[in-house]
């Protein structure tokens, strides 16, 4: 992320440190590094995705997780200033508008969303974020202040009529029904487990669309009769709800390897053909 911010405003450079990453105060070794793989990244995405014109998503880090990673020049966590935090935010969204632009150029038949990670967006907002010492945690944050912070995102994918979402799925905690509901107030598409949310018979009610994680320690099968055993327990059958559905790979098998990320991919391509083959799934 602080190569794409760091093309707004060399304020937002960091260099790595013992305790993580810090604001370097500059340019810096660190930050010309991300930079230089952020160019990289993005002409080989080009060359292998030439004349590409399905959707294309763009998953950056949140602002409010990277100012809980992040420490100022003095050690704590950028978290604790919320005028920093406001600035982050629209730096975020220039940075964000800056790279759909180059990713549009090179993709001109190509739609985009973009997808906010915010995996440390509970920690903030539960007051679980520990300070340098580690003998105390930082101010929680009110959650009407970190929707604040991503209305200037949320207004980027209005105007340049990209899909948007915020993925709260790889958090330790899991995403509140009251995140939920603000977001989904947003128009914002929420990326989360529903199967730790009581809004899921809401939600599928509503018609909404769900995102599933398959989960990798079950096999196909098994994740396919999990989802529709919950769904049935809510009253739901899975030709009701199975158009609302998007069943995807956990992020962590995305990135490790192309091999990796292709079984991850064809394991989730199974689940949803028994999902969509009833008799089959509930066959011996």
Request: net charge negative; with cysteine; aromatic share 8%.
């Amino acid at each position: 992320m602080s190569g794409i911010l760091s093309t707004i405003s060399s304020d937002f450079c960091i260099s790595a440190v013992p305790s993580g990453w810090r604001l370097a105060g500059g340019v810096s070794r660190d930050t010309t590094r991300a930079q230089a793989y952020l160019s990289e990244d993005l002409d080989a995405v080009e060359e292998a995705l030439v004349g590409f014109s399905d959707f294309v998503t763009m998953s950056i880090l949140g602002p409010v997780s990277w100012a809980a990673s992040v420490e100022e020049i003095g050690g704590e966590k950028l978290i604790r200033d919320h005028g920093a935090l406001r600035e982050l935010s629209i730096a975020s969204a220039q940075a964000i508008e800056s790279l759909l632009g180059n990713l549009r150029s090179r993709f001109p038949d190509a739609h985009f969303q973009l997808q906010i990670d915010e995996p440390l967006v509970m920690d903030v907002t539960k007051g679980e974020v520990p300070t340098a010492s580690g003998l105390h945690t930082y101010v929680a944050l009110d959650r009407q202040f970190v929707m604040s912070l991503w209305n200037p995102l949320f207004e980027l994918a209005r105007t340049s009529e990209s899909r948007f979402g915020i993925n709260a799925s790889t958090g330790s905690v899991p995403l509140s029904d009251d995140y939920i509901t603000l977001l989904r107030s947003s128009q914002a598409n929420v990326f989360y487990d529903p199967r730790k949310s009581s809004l899921l018979g809401e939600l599928v009610d509503s018609g909404a669309t769900t995102y599933w994680f398959k989960d990798s320690a079950k096999s196909c099968r098994d994740a396919a009769l999990d989802i529709a055993s919950l769904l049935g327990s809510l009253g739901f059958t899975l030709s009701d709800s199975r158009d609302g559905m998007r069943i995807m790979p956990e992020e962590l098998l995305m990135t490790g390897g192309w091999t990796e990320a292709r079984n991850a991919l064809a394991a989730v391509q199974s689940t949803v053909d028994l999902l969509n083959d009833e008799d089959r799934l509930l066959s011996d």
